[in-house]
């Protein structure tokens, strides 16, 4: 398997609901990004966590970094119909350079 | 305040033919970095470049790929002969330091006929 698994591969919630996303990945890294990809579109930098953060806020999204267990998970409270998009998280890390390795992708799908 | 700028969007090649892809990246921003993304996968590192110098080119093809950053003007990704595995979005990114914020183009989703 590779650097920076996402999981769910899909997953279907109503408006309103939390969805909470997952990666996991295998070498030390120095930062962790979440992006979104709203289809046949490009990429939309969400956050960024560094290795020494645990968590990180920016309006509904929290983000979490467990460097131990090698996983960050995102956190959309409140979802809306507009947050129906694939989510990647990306790694870039001490041997890989400032190269990001992206997971394959949760597609998040927010039922009015 | 433009974000990168990739061109064209949407690229249709016969095989055999060339495919050149465009990467403006954010005023002031010297790193970019090429990403191919195939139907419902992931991103895929290709090649890293700072102005004028390829830094990684570990995930680029030996074979008919090249890329470029001049001093002057957009990175080129170049794509010799094209197969219809060639077929694919490629997106360029942009950042102003090692370890920054990436910030990704539209991406050109080029079709190989």
């Known amino acids: 398997s590779q650097q920076g698994e996402e999981d769910p591969q899909a997953l279907s919630i109503q408006e309103g609901e939390n969805a909470t996303m997952n990666c996991s990945y295998k070498?030390?890294?120095?930062?962790l990004q979440w992006y979104r990809q709203n289809s046949g579109r490009g990429l939309v930098h969400l956050i960024l966590?560094?290795?020494?953060?645990r968590e990180k806020h920016s309006g509904r999204l929290r983000v979490t970094l467990d460097t131990s267990k090698k996983s960050s998970s995102l956190l959309i409270t409140a979802s809306r119909a507009a947050d129906t998009a694939s989510y990647f998280c990306a790694t870039d890390g001490e041997t890989s350079g400032s190269r990001l390795t992206f997971g394959e992708g949760t597609q998040l799908t927010v039922n009015p | 305040n433009a974000g990168v700028m990739q061109n064209p969007r949407h690229l249709v090649r016969r095989r055999g033919q060339e495919a050149r892809l465009r990467c403006s990246p954010v005023?002031?921003?010297?790193?970019v970095y090429w990403y191919r993304q195939l139907p419902e996968e992931g991103l895929k590192f290709m090649v890293y470049?700072?102005?004028?110098?390829?830094?990684?080119e570990s995930g680029m093809p030996k074979e008919r790929f090249s890329a470029e950053f001049p001093k002057e003007g957009p990175s080129i990704l170049r794509i010799q002969q094209v197969v219809r595995g060639d077929s694919a979005a490629y997106f360029c990114a942009s950042s102003p330091n090692i370890g920054g914020e990436a910030f990704f183009g539209q991406g050109t989703r080029l079709t190989v006929v």
């Open positions: 005023k002031g921003h010297s790193h």
């Open positions: 470049l700072q102005k004028e110098n390829i830094i990684d």
């Open positions: 966590i560094r290795s020494n953060e």
């Open positions: 070498t030390s890294i120095n930062n």
